[in-house]
């Protein structure tokens, strides 16, 4: 089983900024895709950024302003969230795929973390 921790969510003024981070720890035996996904009330959960060896993938809403990076020596993504706008507002969610030594893919997701863009 694999556990995520995240951290770094808050309230924060429109224009200011936070970085978010998850770690996994647990028997992990390769990650294929570590990232965040949101969730604002009323609203479906979208994918913000993920990472993955192949590359990374940014949603427009939130390109030029938010930067996802990877400690992979820590199992560790970190959100760099930069000219926040209220509409930033929602929860934040890890989202991490891992393989298995059978190959197999399996996906966890964190806790969430609220994130609050309001003067």
């Known amino acids: 089983q694999v556990q995520l921790v995240e951290s770094g969510g808050g309230l924060v003024q429109p224009g200011g900024s936070l970085r978010l981070s998850c770690a996994a720890s647990g028997s992990i035996f390769s990650i294929n895709v570590m990232g965040w996904f949101r969730q604002a009330p009323g609203k479906q959960r979208e994918l913000v950024a993920t990472?993955?060896?192949?590359?990374?993938n940014v949603a427009d809403s939130v390109k030029g302003r938010f930067t996802i990076s990877r400690d992979n020596a820590k199992n560790t993504v970190y959100l760099q969230m930069n000219s926040l706008k209220p509409e930033d507002t929602a929860v934040y969610y890890c989202y991490v795929q891992t393989l298995s030594r059978m190959f197999k893919f399996n996906d966890y997701w964190g806790q969430g973390t609220q994130v609050t863009v309001s003067s």
């Open positions: 990472s993955a060896n192949s590359g990374t």
